[in-house]
């Protein structure tokens, strides 16, 4: 698979895109699709959970990430900051969602809402204090990578495991 994006990308369905990430991510990762938990004693249901297959390369040996899907056509033409900020808002509560049989993860959102630009680099931040960020297609040398803060490479579809390699990525509380 090319790092780039499919050039049909904002004409792509939640469904299509979805199983060309998890085509790309299953060389590496175990994917458990839909999963239930719940947030507040309200039942929700995340798109994805990911785990990777060499735990061995990881600082956190039982790291897992969850995935959120959301359509690029939602976003090709008219950007909306309701639909924007409903998504991320979705990724905040998946972050203190209790998913069957996981503990609390970091969530990503694909594909990436926000551009990486001076005045977006401190809203990832913010959203990574949070625990989200986002996997997106990179760059030509990354390819798709989980992406913290803007650009801070949790593991990349050419490279592998990168700060994953030294960082837990564990759930903060209060002072951080």
């Given at each position: 698979m090319n790092y780039e994006k499919p050039k049909n990308f904002y004409n792509l369905s939640e469904d299509e895109l979805k199983k060309i990430i998890f085509d790309i991510l299953g060389k590496n990762f175990f994917i458990m699709k839909e999963v239930t938990g719940y947030f507040l004693n309200k039942k929700v249901r995340i798109d994805a959970i990911i785990k990777p297959k060499k735990q061995n390369e990881w600082a956190n040996k039982n790291i897992e990430f969850g995935i959120e899907f959301k359509s690029p056509k939602l976003f090709a033409e008219n950007i909306q900051l309701n639909k924007i900020t409903k998504s991320i808002a979705q990724c905040v509560d998946y972050t203190y969602t209790k998913f069957d049989g996981h503990n609390y993860l970091r969530i990503f959102l694909c594909p990436s809402l926000l551009p990486l630009n001076t005045e977006n680099i401190y809203f990832k931040h913010f959203l990574a204090q949070l625990g989200v960020g986002e996997l997106s297609f990179?760059?030509?040398?990354?390819?798709?990578a989980l992406i913290l803060n803007g650009n801070d490479i949790i593991w990349s579809q050419?490279?592998?495991?990168?700060?994953?390699?030294?960082?837990?990525?564990?759930?903060?509380?209060?002072?951080?």
């Open positions: 990179y760059s030509k040398y990354h390819g798709l050419y490279h592998g495991v990168k700060k994953g390699k030294y960082q837990k990525f564990l759930k903060r509380i209060g002072s951080r």
